[in-house]
């Protein structure tokens, strides 16, 4: 079974530039997970999506933006790119219900370098 | 709000020696904990988690994290490491139903083990 794909695995961007990152959740699993890994700063929440929808937001500026596809795939858009955007992006996917049993599995992570 | 705190940024261990990684969390509800594991240049990958009955919880690799819910912790542990377990260690809660559907991480801890 193919786990969660994220693409491409390294995106190298200039400032004021847009970037897109794309996701592929598991077979089956309805909700997608963003996640922020900048150095020192640890995993910071940045969205949810089920069922096509956004479910909760971390605290980001709005330029982080993204949707889910009607196949559970997800982009995400990140417009105005600042050098600080420079980080690694975790997608994950699960079940609807996180938590009850289950998991959230991680892609490989987008490597996006701001210069 | 919910945190949780991994107060060692990083830890040094010989191999075969014995190793604990301290992870403390705050909630109001009840949550689900989860530790994760990053080798370098990867994604998350689930090492273990608990979600009830036994406060014991063990790993295909050795590993094993004990919840205790009076000192709100989940610390993880391994009586013996190989210089393979060299990675960085996550611990989260998960929060679920509505509109809180997502992990929480702690800032992560750095294992680094010496021949």
């Known amino acids: 079974e193919a786990g969660v794909t994220q693409s491409p695995t390294h995106l190298i961007k200039t400032r004021g530039q847009q970037a897109t990152l794309r996701c592929s959740p598991i077979s089956g699993h309805t909700s997608v997970y963003w996640y922020q890994q900048a150095l020192g700063l640890g995993l910071q929440f940045l969205l949810w999506y089920d069922e096509g929808e956004e479910r909760n937001r971390g605290n980001f500026p709005p330029r982080f933006s993204g949707r889910q596809f009607p196949n559970y795939s997800s982009e995400l858009n990140v417009n105005a790119l600042e050098l600080e955007d420079s980080a690694l992006y975790l997608c994950?996917?699960?079940?609807?219900?996180?938590?009850?049993?289950?998991?959230?599995?991680f892609g490989q992570g987008t490597r996006l370098t701001v210069v | 709000a919910q945190s949780v705190t991994q107060l060692d940024s990083q830890v040094p261990v010989f191999e075969e020696a014995p190793v604990e990684l301290r992870c403390n969390y705050s909630s109001s509800v009840s949550v689900y904990l989860f530790w994760y594991v990053q080798y370098p240049n990867q994604g998350l990958q689930l090492l273990l988690k608990?979600?009830?009955?036994?406060?014991l919880v063990e790993s295909i690799n050795g590993f094993e994290a004990e919840f205790n819910k009076s000192q709100t912790s989940f610390h993880l542990r391994k009586p013996s490491v190989h210089i393979s377990d060299t990675a960085e260690y996550f611990c989260a809660v998960s929060l679920w139903g509505g509109a809180t559907n997502k992990l929480i991480f702690g800032t992560g801890t750095l294992l680094a083990v010496q021949p």
């Open positions: 994950a996917s699960s079940p609807r219900l996180l938590g009850v049993g289950t998991e959230a599995f």
């Open positions: 608990y979600l009830s009955g036994s406060t």
